[in-house]
């Protein structure tokens, strides 16, 4: 089945031959969602950490892990990422709060950095959690998407709600 | 702050000391969702990959991303697992279906395993993620959260519905 | 002696400067054997590994040691593989069976790709033995050497048998 | 089948839990070996490297090699290493020579050092290919095998001629 | 010459043998300094990065440079490490300001963590160079030295000024 | 503040996006000093390390570490290095010796290789450092700076003494 083209012939896993594809400029954002107790959520706001700040420590995670991606998920090319920031905002829910996390990879290459982004965002929420979860342990990472992608062949890609 | 105890006095992050803490023997699940098409389903169902199977590289990547917690996760400490394995359980959906990624650390030491845990099925979610995303875009990493962990003098701990 | 290339004047080991090199097409394929029981072949073949088989870790563990090379093989530059690729054949001996394991590696860049093939035939060839230490403690690995090369400067390779 | 303590129920692999196995003294000697051409060797012996020697990169990496094996094979448990050290020997043969590569590995653990030592002397043969391949592209890396293994319950272990 | 203990009897550097060592709570204190323009000092105290700071990143990066120790080093031992932190403290010149940068590492093991402590440092001080040589490409990187260590059969040692 | 060019618009750090640089021949060369003891200096010089060498390991260890930069430095882009190599000068002290190490690191990219180089030059320091502080636990790295750099638009830098 030609769609599945991380497999060979044998039905094994490859890295898939992206020699004959075009060099273009490349973007994809992903968002996650980390959900949490108000007194978590407090405790940030209220200035108990002096200087510091979770999202500074997930922060820097996410663009390391976003270097690290070929070698965290198996069949990724190796990519020279351009680019990575983020965006975080924090949400008031009927129970809590939700820090919606968003990460933006950019890159010139034969392949698209979707799945960067996707790690970026991913590690970025991990963080997050472990940084707190002194405090909270019943924290959620939520919904992790692709927002969308530009560049390469299959064209741009836009998540529908 | 006492119970934020990732930050120093100063507010900057640390690794907190742990060498007063106990060796016990500690274990950790965590669980991951990922949503898809009927079409992914399908294909993945009828043999469509002869002898290969999302789940495979998905259960080996998620063991080699639980051995490298502590390269990823800034403040993690570095911990010798003893044993990790996965289950993995298709649940249709009114639209779709749902991948259950359940991801059991074990270790003996001075620290829990919960961020091993959680990283390594957030890492199967998107190993699974890269090797369908070109027959599926729309998919979605749902919950990720720790569904249980024993051991360490916190206790144990198991998520509540 | 000029054809140490990777020797400078004090006799000390760099990394060559490639940056007056062509940008080329080039492609690798390295091939290692392992050696092993009747036993072992036929537990593999009969299916005892239900949905299992060596062949999928060492193939996945080998793509993924081909994106090491560089870290692993001190003087290798880094370089962006475009496509690794496995095949796997069983062949019965006069004691016992012989898996004769070859990867392909492409890259378009400055220099070859003849490391990473190597290295991840090798890689794969130890994670089967890893995989089956259990079963057949006297296995061998046998010849591991480059089939063939195409690219670059110093022009086409094959091994003469 | 029990004694393919690497798959789980499902089929696929596992890091087996070796959390019940006692900690004793394990050491695992491991061996490759390199042959190669009569100029290469001239080459190597007449001093043509001034203060270099291929064997001084084999030696470094294949130690560095040693530390990362579970990070290259993906079943394997992290070990605290707590020695590594090899022996080289030039044998000459009737076309060539032979370099015999040694790599002898020590920890104190729940697990075995064989995987260890086989990565350690395979990468040593890899570097030394690596290092020389500019004069030889004929090289073979001949016999990879386990020498020897004590320690653990399943007692010690030495290869038969 | 027995004390050279990284290199064996061919000359050649090994990771020495510390299986009869005791374990024993180590810790070590390293220091680096880097001296830098009043013009880069006077826009991080302005605020005129709004809620960043240079040290957060240095000290994140040098937490997880500690964790990479044995990775960077060729023949440091793999190491437990149960707790990093940092201290900086900026001191006015004649021209300039100094940061003073002490990283302070904590294991329980048979050897001791003073490469730990000195790489911790030495990857804090690039950091900041990293994240201040767009305002100041003058800044350089001064003392790095031991300040102490405990623990193991060597005794305690304190730099002498 | 528009020169800090590391921090977002929300004072978190980012990775540049660089797509819009021109790919150019960039060099850079670091120098780092350490500083030891006259008996240090004649165990090496006077053969009592037979076949060894300090310095073999040290070029080895910063060759590889140039190419961990982007692993070890939070904010750098990962860089296809074309080449990396090491000069060392012992020099004569009123007490002791120093041993001058510059690394030299050339690529064709979008953004320079500053920290590449000064990375390399630290961890030869920190790794001559770990080979014989056996042997003289009072070394000193001193001085660390950039030397010079050729190429990109901010153009030629040269370290005035």
Not at 44 to 73: H, R, S
Not at 114 to 136: G, N, R
Request: net charge neutral; glycine share 8%.
């Amino acid at each position: 089945m030609s769609n599945f083209s991380h497999w060979n012939e044998e039905g094994r896993p490859k890295m898939v031959d992206i020699s004959q594809k075009d060099v273009t400029t490349r973007t994809a954002i992903a968002q996650s969602t980390i959900s949490f107790s108000n007194e978590l959520y407090e405790a940030i706001q209220n200035g108990l950490i002096k200087k510091g700040d979770p999202l500074q420590v997930a922060q820097i995670a996410g663009i390391m892990g976003a270097k690290k991606t070929a070698d965290i998920i198996p069949m990724c090319h190796p990519i020279m990422l351009q680019g990575v920031d983020f965006t975080f905002n924090y949400q008031q829910q009927a129970a809590g709060y939700d820090l919606i996390i968003q990460a933006t990879v950019k890159c010139s290459g034969k392949t698209g950095v979707e799945m960067e982004a996707l790690t970026a965002a991913s590690i970025a929420a991990l963080t997050f959690y472990d940084m707190c979860k002194a405090v909270d342990k019943t924290m959620v990472i939520k919904e992790t998407f692709l927002v969308q992608k530009t560049g390469g062949k299959s064209g741009d890609f836009f998540h529908e709600k």
